[in-house]
């Protein structure tokens, strides 16, 4: 498919979203795909809002790219935070880099800095936007544009879903969008610093994130896969 045609039905879809899903917000991580989204929201639908989830653990590069959208579109992303006495909790108990030690810790640390803080991020919304695609791994090779997300109940779009990573950066560099500069550094996915690395050739897009643990179980949790149907653009 034609890239201009795939930008124009991104963009037709973020209309819909903003016009019939309000309130309606993007979630944004900084990477790639997400700073298309971000472009696209700012230029043509920038009634849905975008927020990120602040992990405390994240790169200085994202933290960087934060403030080059602020300059260049004029706005805030909202930023969740997780709660304060959870992170104490854990450290506590854990010491910082448990995460390394065994699957269930590090997933009761996403839990802690990303899950439980994107539900209040979702709180009163109708509808959330993501930036996934289809390429980025096999366990993501069957994303729909839109389905009903049933734990959260409301709606989630993946405008991006059929796009390749080769169409992102083909948008990128036509409209000179700001992107996180790990990406220059052999970055594929964005996360937290400690859970997140460079790609060795012929590796996945997702492979950088917990390269220590089975490929199978590379989520975070913030998707799950459950839905209980596909909703109609």
């Given at each position: 498919?034609d890239?201009?045609?795939?930008v124009?039905?991104?963009?037709?879809?973020?209309?819909?979203?903003?016009?019939?899903?309000?309130?309606?917000?993007l979630?944004?991580?900084?990477?790639?795909?997400?700073?298309?989204?971000?472009?696209?929201?700012?230029k043509?639908?920038p009634?849905i809002?975008i927020?990120?989830?602040?992990?405390?653990?994240?790169?200085?590069?994202?933290?960087?790219?934060?403030q080059?959208?602020?300059g260049?579109?004029?706005?805030t992303l909202?930023?969740?935070?997780?709660r304060?006495?959870?992170?104490?909790?854990y450290?506590?108990?854990?010491?910082?880099?448990?995460i390394?030690?065994?699957?269930?810790?590090?997933?009761a640390?996403?839990?802690?800095?990303?899950?439980?803080p994107?539900q209040?991020?979702?709180?009163?919304?109708k509808?959330?936007?993501?930036g996934?695609?289809?390429?980025?791994?096999?366990?993501?090779?069957?994303?729909?544009?839109a389905?009903?997300?049933?734990?959260?109940?409301?709606h989630k779009f993946?405008?991006l879903?059929?796009?390749?990573?080769?169409?992102?950066?083909?948008?990128?560099?036509?409209?000179?969008?700001?992107?996180?500069?790990?990406?220059?550094?052999g970055y594929?996915?964005?996360?937290?610093?400690?859970?997140?690395?460079?790609?060795?050739?012929?590796?996945?897009?997702r492979?950088?994130?917990?390269?220590?643990?089975?490929?199978?179980?590379?989520?975070?949790?913030?998707?799950?896969?459950?839905?209980?149907?596909?909703?109609q653009q």
């Open positions: 498919m890239i201009k045609l795939k124009s039905e991104a963009t037709e879809t973020l209309k819909t979203i903003a016009r019939e899903y309000a309130p309606a917000t979630a944004s991580s900084l990477g790639a795909e997400d700073m298309v989204l971000t472009d696209l929201i700012c043509h639908a009634a809002e927020f990120t989830l602040d992990t405390g653990r994240l790169p200085e590069e994202t933290y960087r790219l934060i080059l959208i602020r260049r579109y004029g706005r909202t930023a969740y935070f997780p304060a006495e959870a992170v104490q909790q450290l506590r108990q854990h010491g910082p880099n448990a390394y030690e065994s699957m269930e810790l590090r997933k640390c996403c839990h802690m800095r990303k899950v439980e994107l209040r991020a979702l709180e009163g919304k509808a959330w936007v993501t996934m695609r289809r390429q980025q791994s096999l366990s993501r090779k069957d994303l729909p544009l389905e009903w997300d049933e734990d959260h109940q409301l993946n405008p879903a059929d796009w390749t990573r080769d169409e992102v950066w083909e948008y990128i560099r036509s409209f000179d969008v700001p992107y996180n500069a790990l990406h220059d550094k594929a996915s964005i996360g937290c610093a400690p859970c997140t690395r460079a790609l060795a050739v012929g590796e996945d897009e492979a950088g994130r917990w390269w220590w643990e089975e490929e199978t179980a590379k989520e975070c949790g913030l998707h799950p896969k459950r839905t209980a149907g596909v909703t």
